[in-house]
């Protein structure tokens, strides 16, 4: 399946600085928000929103969903 | 001269015209160690009760801190505090920039200005020399005009200038101090009563004093700016650098903690339109050549961060200078999401509009995203303001009502009061819509989410504030990035989301402390404190240590933190202020937010309620009356205090 990922803020930066952020995945059917986050070798605290509403690390994606990275920072 | 510190102040009589110094002992400088700490000893021991917040009797005080200047990350903070017009209460409110380093550089720690001025002056001070000039010809000019001015005058371009624009000067509420036409003493109106004094600016200079300015171990210094430059990008400002403090706006809107439409959602469907990486990609100057981290981003003395932000427009409606800077976290919140405002060029305008005038952006958005409100209920009318549709959503409204505010032309000279106190003129119900506390509008986070960060906003002795307390989600459960640095302060047993625990109450009084002494020693929130920041608590003990040469302690420094509040405190009570006034806005009581992850979601009055019992219970203070005890202040060392308040 395939996933559309946006990467928010410094999280851009795990990514070539063409692309602004933006890649889409091949993942295979029953991958979680966590593996897209390992793939991506990110090492930062996440959250995360599918199809625009927060979710889990572990919620199971579909094919075309819209996810959507964002840095965790505990504070102001 | 003592490491780090001038063991200078200067007192400025601006009715007479004397300027005298004060070298206070080194005890003095250890008891407060600067900025607010400092300035709260002079209101509370020379400023009678009641004064007028706009007449002479008022006492602005501006100070710096011991580590001032040194040269390290996040040390250029300089605090002022005088009585708030726009609150009645306590003001206070910090900048950062190249003044406040340059301010230590020129001789003093402090200056405590009273009177009022016969006619416009401004305040030179020049490597320990100092005087009141004429600053007629400076009245009525906007910032960056002023600025340009004084560079002539003085033939020096190296000076640097804390002044008000033209709001503070016919004295708009929450007129703000502004150096470098960009930076902010944004908060509580300080601007107002800067121009009430007739006191244009205060203009420093320390070129013999940058060279003589020494600190008491100079390679730990240097050390811990070569470990700050090197962890930075690993770290979790390194985001707030690159992309300025707006990049949490996508973080906010995910968890429904985004204020929007004066807060009657956490979420606004335009984010990405305002949010930090649209703006470092598109009007951060130097982002059409893809330089914007050279040219675009902008720094505070000796600071690796650099997160300031520095936006060019050269076409379309909303041109902007980068002179002026570029908008915050808040400021495209207050102006963009709290106003429905989804078009990052009006906001940015906007922004650039408060600092030339010289506005607290955080209150002048809010008052108009309220005003807005009252619009759209029809409680305000186009009767009331000359004709202008003040819809959620017209970016052109917003952007007028800001122009009309800073000038005081027509409907804006009237929210040039700030929310509260234009909501008591117009009556009609339109305090139902109001979201301040002790008559300041709330920042832009939500306390229907950062549940212990509502009881901050409630009782913080100069209105709701997001910088006093570290944030809820850092001691919540599933989230455990900052449990080595929390269990230093003992913190170690994170709480259920949106809890009121009293584990959760004292992570906030513990963080409140923290907080509070880091703006007494004056650094910056971003690169000191106890969860996320570059630097962590401890290391902004060894800054102290290194600079001061004190063999200080946590303990120490939070004492510090704790003994500026129960000042800050103090004040409020001598002036009639009390548990009373310490509320959240009723609409978070008793209307529900809508959509988003936070659809739903409003403040437990019960929960609150019990929580402000605990929150001064675990202070020792009065839980009747929130009012600091006789045990506690003598605990503080400011028994003389509590003879004052005849407690």
Redesign the interface.
Same mark, same amino acid.
């Given at each position: 399946m395939k996933i559309n990922v946006t990467l928010h803020g410094i999280l851009r930066d795990y990514l070539p600085r063409p692309a602004k952020g933006k890649t889409t995945l091949t993942l295979p059917d029953g991958a979680r928000v966590a593996e897209v986050v390992q793939q991506l070798n990110i090492t930062r605290s996440v959250s995360a929103a599918v199809n625009g509403e927060e979710a889990e690390l572990d919620r199971v994606l579909q094919d075309d969903d819209q996810l959507q990275l964002f840095q965790l920072i505990g504070g102001g | 001269m003592p490491y780090g510190y001038n063991g200078k102040i200067l007192h400025v009589n601006l009715t007479s015209g004397e300027l005298t110094v004060e070298e206070p002992p080194e005890s003095f400088y250890r008891q407060y160690l600067g900025g607010s700490a400092l300035n709260m000893h002079y209101l509370l021991t020379q400023m009678p009760a009641h004064a007028d917040p706009l007449g002479p009797d008022n006492i602005l005080a501006l100070s710096v801190g011991v580590t001032t200047g040194a040269p390290v990350s996040g040390q250029s903070r300089m605090t002022s505090t005088a009585k708030s017009p726009l609150t009645g209460a306590i003001g206070d409110a910090q900048c950062g920039g190249f003044f406040p380093a340059e301010m230590k550089f020129a001789g003093f720690d402090a200056f405590i200005i009273k009177g009022r001025s016969p006619q416009p002056v401004y305040l030179w001070v020049n490597d320990g020399q100092y005087e009141l000039r004429d600053a007629s010809h400076l009245w009525g000019k906007i910032t960056g005009e002023v600025e340009a001015i004084l560079h002539e005058e003085l033939g020096d371009k190296n000076i640097e200038v804390a002044q008000i624009g033209p709001a503070g000067e016919t004295m708009v509420r929450y007129a703000a101090i502004i150096n470098m036409s960009n930076r902010a003493n944004g908060r509580t109106g300080m601007g107002a009563v800067m121009g009430s004094k007739n006191l244009k600016a205060v203009v420093v200079r320390g070129k013999k004093g940058k060279k003589k300015f020494t600190v008491a171990n100079k390679q730990a210094i240097i050390d811990m700016a070569r470990y700050g430059a090197k962890i930075i990008p690993?770290s !979790?400002v390194?985001?707030l650098g690159?992309?300025g403090t707006a990049?949490?706006t996508?973080?906010q809107q995910?968890?429904?903690g985004l204020p929007s439409y004066n807060f009657n959602s956490g979420v606004f469907d335009e984010w990405e339109a305002i949010?930090?990486?649209t703006m470092y990609?598109t009007i951060l100057r130097g982002a059409d050549v !893809?330089k914007q981290d050279l040219r675009g981003r902008d720094t505070c003395y000796s600071c690796t961060v650099r997160c300031k932000r520095v936006v060019e427009i050269t076409e379309g409606p909303y041109k902007v200078d980068p002179h002026y800077g570029g908008p915050e976290y808040e400021t495209t919140s207050t102006f963009g999401n709290y106003c429905g405002v989804g078009d990052l060029a009006a906001v940015a305008y906007a922004n650039q509009v408060c600092n030339q005038y010289g506005m607290d952006t955080i209150s002048c958005g809010a008052t108009i995203a309220w005003a807005m409100e009252c619009f759209e209920n029809g409680k305000i009318t186009t009767d009331d303001t000359g004709g202008i549709e003040l819809k959620f959503g017209n970016a052109e409204a917003m952007v007028t009502m800001t122009e009309m505010i800073a000038r005081g032309e027509g409907f804006g000279q009237l929210l040039g009061l700030g929310s509260a106190a234009a909501a008591e003129a117009i009556g009609r119900g339109t305090e139902e819509y109001l979201i301040t506390s002790h008559k300041q509008e709330a920042p832009a986070?939500m306390p229907q989410l950062k549940s212990s960060l509502g009881v901050i906003y409630a009782t913080n002795p100069f209105g709701a504030d997001?910088?006093s307390s570290?944030?809820d989600?850092?001691?919540e459960k599933d989230?455990d990035?900052?449990a080595e640095r929390l269990k230093v302060l003992d913190l170690t047993q994170p709480q259920p989301k949106r809890s009121l625990t009293p584990e959760k109450i004292r992570y906030a009084v513990q963080t409140q402390y923290i907080y509070s002494a880091m703006d007494s020693v004056n650094v910056c929130q971003f690169v000191y404190?106890p969860?996320?920041?570059l630097f962590h608590v401890d290391q902004l003990r060894d800054l102290i240590e290194y600079v001061t040469g004190w063999d200080i302690t946590v303990p120490e420094i939070m004492t510090v933190g704790e003994r500026r509040l129960n000042m800050l405190r103090a004040f409020n009570a001598r002036e009639g202020i009390d548990r009373e006034q310490d509320k959240l806005p009723e609409k978070m009581f008793k209307k529900a937010l809508k959509g988003?992850?936070s659809d739903g979601l409003k403040v437990d009055r019960a929960q609150f309620e019990a929580a402000l019992d605990e929150y001064y219970r675990q202070n020792e203070w009065d839980i009747e009356t929130g009012i600091p005890t006789r045990h506690k202040l003598e605990a503080l060392d400011l028994g003389w205090v509590a003879e004052m308040l005849k407690i």
């Amino acid at each position: 399946m395939k996933i559309n990922v946006t990467l928010h803020g410094i999280l851009r930066d795990y990514l070539p600085r063409p692309a602004k952020g933006k890649t889409t995945l091949t993942l295979p059917d029953g991958a979680r928000v966590a593996e897209v986050v390992q793939q991506l070798n990110i090492t930062r605290s996440v959250s995360a929103a599918v199809n625009g509403e927060e979710a889990e690390l572990d919620r199971v994606l579909q094919d075309d969903d819209q996810l959507q990275l964002f840095q965790l920072i505990g504070g102001g | 001269m003592p490491y780090g510190y001038n063991g200078k102040i200067l007192h400025v009589n601006l009715t007479s015209g004397e300027l005298t110094v004060e070298e206070p002992p080194e005890s003095f400088y250890r008891q407060y160690l600067g900025g607010s700490a400092l300035n709260m000893h002079y209101l509370l021991t020379q400023m009678p009760a009641h004064a007028d917040p706009l007449g002479p009797d008022n006492i602005l005080a501006l100070s710096v801190g011991v580590t001032t200047g040194a040269p390290v990350s996040g040390q250029s903070r300089m605090t002022s505090t005088a009585k708030s017009p726009l609150t009645g209460a306590i003001g206070d409110a910090q900048c950062g920039g190249f003044f406040p380093a340059e301010m230590k550089f020129a001789g003093f720690d402090a200056f405590i200005i009273k009177g009022r001025s016969p006619q416009p002056v401004y305040l030179w001070v020049n490597d320990g020399q100092y005087e009141l000039r004429d600053a007629s010809h400076l009245w009525g000019k906007i910032t960056g005009e002023v600025e340009a001015i004084l560079h002539e005058e003085l033939g020096d371009k190296n000076i640097e200038v804390a002044q008000i624009g033209p709001a503070g000067e016919t004295m708009v509420r929450y007129a703000a101090i502004i150096n470098m036409s960009n930076r902010a003493n944004g908060r509580t109106g300080m601007g107002a009563v800067m121009g009430s004094k007739n006191l244009k600016a205060v203009v420093v200079r320390g070129k013999k004093g940058k060279k003589k300015f020494t600190v008491a171990n100079k390679q730990a210094i240097i050390d811990m700016a070569r470990y700050g430059a090197k962890i930075i990008p690993e770290s !979790d400002v390194a985001g707030l650098g690159k992309y300025g403090t707006a990049e949490t706006t996508g973080s906010q809107q995910v968890v429904g903690g985004l204020p929007s439409y004066n807060f009657n959602s956490g979420v606004f469907d335009e984010w990405e339109a305002i949010d930090g990486t649209t703006m470092y990609d598109t009007i951060l100057r130097g982002a059409d050549v !893809d330089k914007q981290d050279l040219r675009g981003r902008d720094t505070c003395y000796s600071c690796t961060v650099r997160c300031k932000r520095v936006v060019e427009i050269t076409e379309g409606p909303y041109k902007v200078d980068p002179h002026y800077g570029g908008p915050e976290y808040e400021t495209t919140s207050t102006f963009g999401n709290y106003c429905g405002v989804g078009d990052l060029a009006a906001v940015a305008y906007a922004n650039q509009v408060c600092n030339q005038y010289g506005m607290d952006t955080i209150s002048c958005g809010a008052t108009i995203a309220w005003a807005m409100e009252c619009f759209e209920n029809g409680k305000i009318t186009t009767d009331d303001t000359g004709g202008i549709e003040l819809k959620f959503g017209n970016a052109e409204a917003m952007v007028t009502m800001t122009e009309m505010i800073a000038r005081g032309e027509g409907f804006g000279q009237l929210l040039g009061l700030g929310s509260a106190a234009a909501a008591e003129a117009i009556g009609r119900g339109t305090e139902e819509y109001l979201i301040t506390s002790h008559k300041q509008e709330a920042p832009a986070h939500m306390p229907q989410l950062k549940s212990s960060l509502g009881v901050i906003y409630a009782t913080n002795p100069f209105g709701a504030d997001h910088q006093s307390s570290e944030h809820d989600a850092a001691y919540e459960k599933d989230f455990d990035s900052y449990a080595e640095r929390l269990k230093v302060l003992d913190l170690t047993q994170p709480q259920p989301k949106r809890s009121l625990t009293p584990e959760k109450i004292r992570y906030a009084v513990q963080t409140q402390y923290i907080y509070s002494a880091m703006d007494s020693v004056n650094v910056c929130q971003f690169v000191y404190g106890p969860t996320w920041q570059l630097f962590h608590v401890d290391q902004l003990r060894d800054l102290i240590e290194y600079v001061t040469g004190w063999d200080i302690t946590v303990p120490e420094i939070m004492t510090v933190g704790e003994r500026r509040l129960n000042m800050l405190r103090a004040f409020n009570a001598r002036e009639g202020i009390d548990r009373e006034q310490d509320k959240l806005p009723e609409k978070m009581f008793k209307k529900a937010l809508k959509g988003g992850r936070s659809d739903g979601l409003k403040v437990d009055r019960a929960q609150f309620e019990a929580a402000l019992d605990e929150y001064y219970r675990q202070n020792e203070w009065d839980i009747e009356t929130g009012i600091p005890t006789r045990h506690k202040l003598e605990a503080l060392d400011l028994g003389w205090v509590a003879e004052m308040l005849k407690i």
